[in-house]
């Protein structure tokens, strides 16, 4: 245990999910995972992966003509890396093979098209990718100190981010990307109360002590579009923090909030309140089963048995493992760029397309 308490954004969303779930997988907890993958690849993470190599700070003023072919094998060689992973230990089936497949030429024609679209809409200059940082939690109630535990242990926040880049007038903002299966946009409200966004906003504020203009709300949606000319519809909607614009087409969608200063600063409130419940030592622990979450959880086995009353033990030590690496997954890109945090920072520096 080290002397910090660490706390990730996945574990306080589990916590407020299921407590049962948190306390299986939480690292300051029991620290459990899967010991092998669940899926063959997971489609949103390969897409990611792409666009952290596209956006790569040091490879911005590069011609993109350059960079597009290896923003594509960076989603490609995830795709290899994540299949590579399943199969250490098991075969694919036919249907998984031709799932990967066609997922693979699937995302490749996504890229295409996403680095066709963004080059109108890119005015910006990236400045960090894929980056992972620490925080110390400050005190709701005494900001100028930083929160501990009841037994004294410092609380920190570790965030990973996707993309902050600074615009024409120098002014900062971070950019979340989604990869988006629903048929349908989500609505204009649901990015407004986007938790991931405000937390990491409020994060990369604290740990670089610079101030964020708003989130950009970069969504790719995994489907072929119909054929024919995609319309570009545009929308400027105004806000508290002023005009929220987006512009979409049948695959992309781009939305820019600006965010007011009280508003990141309420939500970072409100994750140092919930850290000190999870801290708490009178916490209780209980399942919270509904199938909204039960049905993608990778604890389901393990809680089944607590449910009925039979010992877990047995399944937890076949199926699952403690965790052994760090947060941040080897074989994947990471940097800090242009900024010199007063931070303890863990991501690892890479260059992309390096191998492991
Ligand atoms: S299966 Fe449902 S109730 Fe059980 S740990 Fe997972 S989310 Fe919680």
Known sequence: MSVNYVARPWESR??????????????????????????????????HDALDVYYFPGMW????????????????????????????????????????????????????????????????????????????????????????????????????IDLVVIDDHELYWLVEHRIISDPHWSDLEALRLDEQALTRGWAWQLGFLAKLEGTIHNELRAATPAAGKSEVALRAVPGVGGITTQRSTESFRRTHIPRTELEIERHGIAVALEMQDMTDPSLRIYPNPSWEHCSACAYRPPCLAMTQGIDERPILEASYRRRVGGDFPLGRLGSVWGFVPEIHRVAEHRAPGAEQ
């Open 61 to 160: 003023d590069w011609n993109r003509a350059i960079v597009r072919p290896l923003a594509v094998a960076g989603f490609e060689k995830s795709m290899r890396r994540q299949r590579d992973a399943y199969t250490q230990t098991r075969e694919l089936s036919a249907e998984q093979v031709q799932d990967w497949e066609q997922h693979r030429e699937l995302g490749t024609g996504i890229l295409e098209r996403y680095f066709e679209w963004a080059s109108d809409i890119d005015r910006f200059t990236p400045i960090q990718v894929a980056s992972q940082f620490d925080i110390a939690l400050p005190d709701p109630a005494n900001p100028d100190s930083g929160l501990t535990t009841p037994e004294g242990r410092p609380l920190q926040y570790r965030v990973r």
């Open 14 to 47: 589990l916590f407020r999910r299921c407590r049962r779930a948190w306390d299986l997988a939480a690292r300051e907890r029991q620290d459990y995972e899967p010991s092998e993958p669940a899926q063959v690849f997971d489609f949103g993470e390969a897409i």
